[in-house]
């Protein structure tokens, strides 16, 4: 039975905007010694971390989970084949979906430099998550002039060259269009057409798609499709079935997704979901089996 959409009022939307422009610093514990710090933390299957931000940027990585990151402007879904660079004092707060092992490395300024002016998710290679990993596992006042700082600048250096992935989905400035979207994001599974969703704003579906591309930078039909694409990448890695991702999500046939999901990532969502959970459980394991050796 199809769940019916809970409709927000301006004020949600205002209280929402109003969160993050409140939002508290949340202090990097030993930030001031070191150029990298590296922090590592489990989170239960959905947890909620409350709007926050850092005055360093960050690196936002989960070797097994799923997050949903979101700011006022943006949301990402951030599986564990990739990350989340964010800039230094970006308001944001944090979604798990399952079990969520978090590894964030906090940069500061003069190390940030090359990376994303603004928020991007990031492709994670092999060679970033074993040096995440490893580097997670060093001590916290580690030697930036030995062989622990060389890898800390070896993953830095990694970072900036890792390829962008369009994982993000944009969101409105107006309440109107924010409480739309937010109708839409909650039954994904209805395929509703232009002329309703401008139906219920009281305009015409023209002045709805020249907004829409106005506030968000992309058109109306793209963001439903990206919504849908998120979405199917949080299902999938929770390790849903990909014919059973195709229905819920309102698609003719499995095959139908699958061509839409090859088209926007370049594999299909069997493979992509085999790829990420394998690498989860991989980088679990390397986690708890080996540790940062050097010489003596």
């Known amino acids: ?20 422009a409140a939002a508290p610093e949340s202090p990097v514990q030993g930030a ?20 926050h931000w850092h005055s360093r940027a960050q690196f936002v990585y989960a070797i097994a989970g799923t ?9 990402w879904i951030v599986p564990p084949s990739r990350a989340l660079w964010m800039p230094a004092r970006t308001a944001h707060e944090i979604q798990m979906y399952g079990v ?9 300024a003069a190390a940030s430099a090359g990376m994303p002016a603004a ?3 990031l492709e994670v290679t092999p060679l970033a998550r074993e040096l995440i990993v490893r580097a997670a596992a060093l001590p916290a006042a580690y030697d930036e002039r030995g062989d622990d700082g060389l890898l800390m600048q070896l993953l830095i250096a990694e970072i ?17 269009l924010t409480q739309l979207c937010e109708r839409i994001l909650a039954d994904l599974s209805k395929r509703r057409s232009s002329a309703r969703d401008a139906g219920e704003m ?8 020249r907004r829409f591309l106005s506030e968000t930078g992309i058109t109306f039909a793209r963001w439903k499709q990206q919504a849908r694409l998120l979405e199917s990448i949080r299902r999938l890695t929770e ?26 990532l370049g594999v299909a969502p069997r493979g992509f979901a085999v790829a990420s959970m394998a690498g989860s459980t991989d980088m679990m394991t390397t986690a708890e089996s080996r540790r940062w050796r050097r010489p003596r």
């Open 1 to 20: 039975m199809d769940k019916k959409p809970r409709i927000r009022s301006a004020s949600h939307h205002l209280s929402a905007e109003s969160a993050f």
């Open 32 to 51: 001031e010694k070191r150029a990298v710090v590296i922090r590592h933390t489990s989170y239960p299957k959905g947890h909620h971390i409350q709007p």
């Open 67 to 75: 997050m949903r990151v979101r700011t006022a402007r943006h949301a």
């Open 100 to 108: 969520v092992a978090m590894h964030s490395a906090y940069v500061d």
């Open 119 to 121: 928020c991007a998710v």
């Open 160 to 176: 900036r060259r890792l390829p962008r992935s369009a994982l993000d989905l944009p969101l409105p400035d107006s309440a109107d």
């Open 202 to 209: 009281n305009t015409s579906t023209r002045t709805l798609y």
């Open 239 to 264: 390790g849903a079935p990909v014919t059973t991702v195709a229905i819920d999500l309102g698609y003719e046939s499995p095959s139908a997704f699958s061509t839409m999901f090859r088209r926007a």
